[in-house]
């Protein structure tokens, strides 16, 4: 600390002891207030060049008491009452008479707080009070974190004083029975004056952010005098952990970052270590009122590393025991998230409708704004959307509107694409999640990954919540061990585990009933094969240009063809082999044989709205390097194993699940779509022709989003 | 919470008032402002001048135009605000009824100023 900045502080801290002091011995709170305020300019003045007095307590006492005298002078001088004056002489000399050392002063602290809230002030009025006469702020200060011209803040000062004056309120503790009431009063009072300066955006409003430090320091000292008082334990401990994240709450632009989304590593270690400390103490020795729990739901907060390691259901039962000990709108909708998190989205909402009716809430932009936010979770779209911008209208803080505009705008497909990762037996699965709805799974073909759905997901992700992912062993799915022979099986098991683990998840309520699946190539063997298998996971299978080799007239030719493709590989490599199995396929020779989207194709569909002329966005060029890696592993690991798969068509036609086949307009003739047609006899359904060729969904991806839609029906 | 209140007009409708009632058109605005000022709530605030004075620019081919006017004889216009920090919008309402203005045919638009400080969503 500076020596200026330590002289301050040592200012302000003294500040409401002198005059505590002042007004015990002259009356007149008023008067003593400004004459206070007076002496501590001077000392600001003086003290820099000067130095500190030796009794900086003393020396305040002596100039407040000099100038209240002066002013009671000139006063009773006008009106002819001089004799008056005598009693009002202060003691001489800087010495603080006997009885006036700290804890004397302490105590007046105390005792002034308790008459700047007094109940007969509007609590602005209470705020700006407070922070001149306990907080030994000038005005020009208040007016200038509050906004407003010091003329302002001056006249909202005096008018206040005045009133305290009309209400004959003395220098003294409040009786007993008012004093709870009282102290309520204060922490409300230090509490919104920690909120203006937490709200404050960060940059140009640093002045403002100062009074979060004010109100701590405030808290501090009311804590100093009533250690044994758990809310004002629990409300220091409350501004503790919230402005721990103070640092992590705006982006460089002043934008607000949601709790979910800081940058944990921002915050401030120490004094989230400190609040947690007071607020667990507390609760072991004082019944929990609101402050206390509303610093314990910051406590279970700060303590997660991660926003998925939150303890939800302890946050859940802090709300429900807060809103019994003070039953309040605001905490409704609080819990409601808390509801969300541990129950699902649609309970959260249920529970937000009861607000509708609350006059205290019904338009209020923080219920639409938790309703948008429920509403995104739960997949609704349009709804959540309607709600941001509902919220965005009715708040009247600017980066709040900032914040909810950028939401609802948000609500598109790619930009809000997600990635996550998932155990399973012998692999971690990366997968992908756009938008929300009724869940529509996605699986790739042949050296494909999730990336080469790019274009067909942002499509469906205002309607549905569409997943895709890499299968194990491709891209960014990487096996445990060394590469093996995969199976159509293992990877039908795959995409029923990534099912069942969305299922799993509250979040996603849609995901709790059966699934809508596309899968083009073998990711169309791989869907097939999840019908048979996991019916009860899915609602449509739509398979496009399944290479169901086995099931063509000359299927001794091609298990011949997969043995061959099996030795070369072996002996030769991948690139040999590759081009064996291409030649063989009459499709392409390049690297994407089997699945035919040739990396051209892939390219213009998934950079979405650039035409054929348009350079491939950076993730399409990562997708081909990954792709590249993903060729020797799919003709080594994957072709051999998935060309041999016998699909139990016995199985498909007992599904549950609608079966759809679809073969591409520029592909026939194609073994794949040779075999698709054999698959749709002998299941007995009809084949869709949809644009494009045998990579159609790449390169038509518009026209394969439609008819999808059609398929799956509007949610 | 700060709010702006607009007041809105007849241009001319002061021209056409006797002596007595602008007298006590600018009295009851002069007393209003005396109580803002005393309660701590005015923050500030601007009468504008005769729309005759108004240049209005606006884009034409992409560039900045400038027109005079908009000359609007009977219309009501923007004819001045007063910013007020006050505790409830109710308060606001009731200080925007107090306007004068309002009983010469002109009315008062209660406006929420949007603040720069916010709460993590």
Known sequence: MTDAAAAEDLLRSLAPQVLGTLVRRHGSFDACEDAVQEALLAAALQWPGDGVPANPRGWLLTVATRRLTDQWRSESARRDREAAVAAWEPPAGPVPAPGEDDPAGRDDTLTLLFLCCHPALTPSSQVALTLRAVGGLGTAQIARAFLVPEATMAQRISRAKQRIKATGARFGMPPPRERAERLRAVLHVLYLIFNEGYTASSGPDLQRADLTAEAIRLARALHALLPGDGEVTGLLALMLLTDARRAARTDGGGLLIPLTEQDRSRWNAAEIE?????????????PPGPYQLQAAIAAVHAEAARPEDTDWPQ?????????????????TLNQAVAVAMVHGPHAGLDLLRTLDDDERTAGHHRLAAVRAHLLETAGDLPAARAAYRT??????????????????????????????????PGATLHYEIRGGGPT????????YDAEAYSALASLLADRYMVVSYDRRGNSRSPLEGPPEPQSIAEHAEDASRLLSALAADPAFVYAQEPAYVFGNSSGAVIALELAARHPEQVRTVVAHEPPLLPLLPDADHWRAVLADVEETFAKEGPGAA???FGVEMGMQDDGGAQDGATEGEAAEGGADQGGPAEAPSPEILEMFARIERNTGFFIGYEVPS????????????????????????????QPPQRAT???????????????GGHGGFGTDAKSFADRLGELFGEP | MKYMLLIFNRPGFVEELSQAERDELFGEVQTIMKELTESGELVGGEALADPTRTRTVRARDGLPAVTDGPFLEAKEHLAGYVTVDCETPERAVE??????????????????????????M
Not at chain 1, 677 to 691: K, S
Request: charged fraction near 25%.
């Open chain 1, 274 to 286: 400190e609040g947690t400390a007071l607020i667990t103490d507390a609760l072991t020795w004082s």
């Open chain 1, 315 to 331: 946050i859940l039962s802090l709300y429900k025991l807060l809103s019994h000990v003070a039953p309040n709108p605001m905490v």
């Open chain 1, 391 to 424: 919220a965005a209208r009715s708040t009247t803080s600017l980066p709040e509107k900032r914040y909810l505009e950028t939401r609802a705008a948000g609500l598109n497909g790619e930009k809000t694409m997600r990635s996550y990762t998932l155990d399973v």
């Open chain 1, 440 to 447: 529509v799974l996605l699986i790739c073909g042949g050296v």
């Open chain 1, 578 to 580: 590759m081009a064996k």
């Open chain 1, 642 to 669: 998935f060309g041999r798969h016998e699909l139990d068509l016995d199985a498909l036609r007992g599904s549950s699940a609608e079966i759809v086949l679809v073969a591409g307009e520029d592909s026939e003739g």
């Open chain 1, 677 to 691: 047609l054999i698959a749709a006899d002998r299941l007995g359904v009809t084949v869709q022709r949809w644009p």
């Open chain 2, 95 to 120: 200080i925007a009824s107090r306007w004068p203005d309002v009983r010469f045919g002109g009315y008062m638009e209660v406006r929420a100023v949007l603040g720069d400080g916010g709460t993590e």
